[in-house]
């Protein structure tokens, strides 16, 4: 249940936040949560993630930014201390630093990383958050590396949020759920709690498709895993995005600045008014 909010202030922010999004590339399985979801979504995370370093693997959506931006405004009174995004779009990555330096979040920065690198060791984050590819073609070996260096983020103790497909006409959403968590329960993580069929997203090709919280903890005096290490195993990397669609864009450069919020000059013409052409 949402807290005490006010709910139109809280909508117009998160309003603010979808138009400075870049438009999503959907062979990369960027595919936005639809906004209702978003709030309700941010509003969650504020609250689940309190006071504490929240790191975000990936974050197209950009609930990082929401929880930040509502926590600043004050429409909602609680918030993690520190978010940092991880995400291998550069487009995404300048977007929500450009943001973040406009409204003065301080606690909120975005860096450009592939999950398939070892995590970089600047900080230590109590939990962290994934929407990832949905591992639909991979048995969510895809979710697994996200998930992997969400555990290393938080050095194999503190809490996850995992947000992946959940369908219960589908067989391949709960092979996944399964996969990833056997994967998490193999690191010492149990699963705390389970929101079903939560979020619905802008999905042409399956509109009813959606998803869950998956929110994993690990136990008690969990020992530290291994160090983060490069993925050399190519394995992992198949059908990451879908059927036959490989891992192998280290990153998705930023061409040219766009204003997201407004038409770019590439998309439209101008057709004068008879006798206003130009002599
Ligand atoms: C794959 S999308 C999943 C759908 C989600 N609703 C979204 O659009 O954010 C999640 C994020 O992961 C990022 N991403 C995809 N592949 C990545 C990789 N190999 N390393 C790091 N980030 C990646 C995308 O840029 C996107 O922001």
């Known amino acids: 249940m949402v807290a005490e909010i006010d709910l139109k202030a809280a909508i117009n922010a998160v309003s603010d936040v ?5 438009r999503p590339i959907r062979e990369f399985d960027q595919i936005y949560m639809k906004t209702g979801d978003m709030v309700m979504q941010s509003e969650l995370v504020s609250s689940w993630a309190n006071g504490k370093r929240l790191a975000f693997i990936g974050d197209g959506d950009s609930i990082s930014v929401c929880v930040a931006y509502l926590h600043a405004k004050n429409i909602v009174e609680y918030g993690p201390s520190l978010i940092t995004v991880f995400d291998f779009d550069e487009r995404i990555v300048g977007a929500i630093n450009r943001f973040a330096d406009r409204e003065r979040l301080e606690n909120l920065q975005a860096v450009l990383y592939n999950c398939i ?7 230590e984050f109590e939990c962290f958050y994934t929407n990832p590819p949905w591992g639909a073609s991979n048995n969510g070996s895809s979710v697994n590396l996200f998930v992997q260096r969400g555990i290393e ?15 219960e006409e589908l067989e391949w959403p709960a092979e996944v759920l399964y996969q990833v968590q056997a994967f998490s329960s193999e690191r010492g993580f149990y699963v705390s709690r389970m929101m079903p069929r939560l979020h619905a997203y802008h999905l042409d090709d399956a509109p009813d498709l959606k998803s869950c919280n998956l929110v994993i903890k690990s136990r008690p005096r969990n020992p530290a895993g291994p160090v983060s290490t490069s993925i050399h195993d190519s394995e992992r990397l198949d059908n990451f995005y879908g059927r036959d669609a490989q891992l192998r864009v280290k990153y998705v450069r930023e061409k040219k600045r766009v204003d997201y919020g407004r038409a770019n000059e590439s998309e439209y013409g101008f057709e004068l008014v008879e006798g206003k052409g130009e002599e």
Do not use: E, F, H, W
């Open 153 to 167: 983020a938080v050095r194999y103790q503190g809490d996850g949020m995992i947000v992946i497909a959940d369908d």
């Open 18 to 22: 979808v138009q400075n999004r870049p």
């Open 117 to 123: 690198d070892a995590l970089p060791s600047t900080k």
